[in-house]
Nanobody, 127 residues
Framework: QVQLVESGGGLVQAGGSLRLSCAASGRTFSTSAMGWFRQVPGKEREFVAAVRWSDSSTYYSDSVKGRFTISGDRAKNTVYLQMNTLKPENTAVYYC????????????????????WGQGTQVTVSS
């Protein structure tokens, strides 16, 4: 089992930036990929970004590509999400996730592919 703890959320004005962090502990050696998802009330959790540890490949949703950057420190078992040029529609609870399954490109964006989830951190972007 892998435990995940997110931090860095908060309130920011549109156009501003935030950096989320996710610290992993436990059986982190088994993790093949880590990702960020977000959810707003009444909607399904959606993919934001992911990093595959084997080759450091990164993946983004179309809505955040060019504005958000995922990065990680494998040695520290930590993954980050740098969010720039934030928009009000980016308001959501952001969740960190980790998986030990083979992180194939065709599934790395799927919520169900991830085994472990953090508690989430609220990001609110005011207009």
């Amino acid at each position: 089992q892998v435990q995940l703890v997110e931090s860095g959320g908060g309130l920011v004005q549109a156009g501003g930036s935030l950096r989320l962090s996710c610290a992993a502990s436990g059986r982190t050696f088994s993790t093949s990929a880590m990702g960020w998802f977000r959810q707003v009330p009444g909607k399904e959790r959606e993919f934001v970004a992911a990093v595959r540890w084997s080759d450091s490949s990164t993946y983004y949703s179309d809505s955040v590509k060019g504005r958000f950057t995922i990065s990680g420190d494998r040695a520290k078992n930590t993954v980050y999400l740098q969010m720039n040029t934030l928009k009000p529609e980016n308001t959501a609870v952001y969740y960190c996730a980790a998986t030990g399954k083979v992180a194939r490109t065709d599934v790395i964006r799927r919520t169900g592919w991830y085994d472990n989830w953090g508690q989430g951190t609220q990001v609110t972007v005011s207009s």
